[in-house]
């Protein structure tokens, strides 16, 4: 089965400053990997995807995330944090099994944006 | 296109009680799949239903139950609520064509058991 593992629950930033989330994936096939963020009383909100197309993926927000296969890695990164970024983001993978649509997620990072 | 949605956004049961959400997918979606989150256990998947099939199961007792209409809208019922059952409930849509495509999440049913 295909897990993901989120690297730190808490992530605090200065405004400006380069935001990195981490996301390791394990998967015994190529993985569709999903960044997510969630904003305080509300659903999750889709910031990028890893299909294979290209490894290098750009996102809403300024988000982007590397697929990096020898490291089994999904990292999200922005560039400049902003203080509308405070959220907490899911990294998630797309279960192969069952023909179905399931998606597995990370525990979860709180990203933390000060001035 | 108007978004998931979910209702009622939020509930207040006692134990021993049964609740049904209700999930209206984006128009056009016909897979609908079910999440749980809570504090302690994370995102948690319940099940996903296409074209009125349960097409997958997450591992979670028999209370949980789900169904999905000929419109492709869903309601998961919860039997004989548990203190633990407290959470928030997400529903998600997507054509239903493969695990490559993107879930729309909605707002979520926020489920307090006194």
């Known amino acids: 089965a295909q897990s993901v593992t989120q690297l730190g629950s808490h992530v605090s930033v200065s405004e400006g400053a380069l935001v990195l989330l981490r996301c390791n994936y394990s998967?015994?096939?190529?993985?569709?990997l999903f960044w997510y963020v969630q904003y305080p009383n509300q659903g999750l909100q889709l910031l990028l995807k890893?299909?294979?197309?290209?490894?290098l993926v750009k996102g809403i927000n300024g988000f982007e995330a590397e697929f990096k296969k020898s490291e089994t890695s999904f990292h999200l990164t922005k560039p400049s944090a902003h203080m509308s970024d405070a959220a907490e983001y899911f990294c998630?993978?797309?279960?192969?099994?069952?023909?179905?649509?399931?998606?597995?997620f990370g525990t979860g990072t709180q990203l933390k944006v000060e001035l | 296109k108007a978004g998931v949605t979910q209702t009622p956004r939020y509930l207040i049961k006692t134990r021993g009680q049964q609740v049904t959400l209700s999930c209206s997918p984006i128009?056009?979606?016909?897979?609908v799949s079910w999440y749980q989150q809570t504090p302690g256990q994370g995102l948690q998947f319940l099940f996903e239903?296409?074209?009125?099939?349960?097409?997958n199961k997450g591992n979670f007792p028999g209370r949980f139950s789900g169904r999905q209409f000929s419109n492709s809208r869903s309601e998961m019922n919860v039997s004989t609520l548990e203190l633990g059952d407290s959470a928030l409930y997400l529903c998600?849509?997507?054509?239903?064509?493969?695990?490559?495509?993107?879930?729309?999440f909605g707002p979520g049913t926020r489920l307090l058991v006194l």
């Open positions: 998600a849509s997507s054509q239903g064509q493969g695990h490559q495509e993107t879930q729309y």
């Open positions: 998967s015994s096939v190529p993985p569709y």
């Open positions: 890893y299909t294979s197309a290209a490894t």
């Open positions: 998630a993978v797309s279960d192969h099994g069952g023909g179905g649509n399931k998606l597995t």
């Open positions: 128009s056009g979606h016909r897979s």
């Open positions: 239903y296409f074209s009125e099939t349960q097409r």
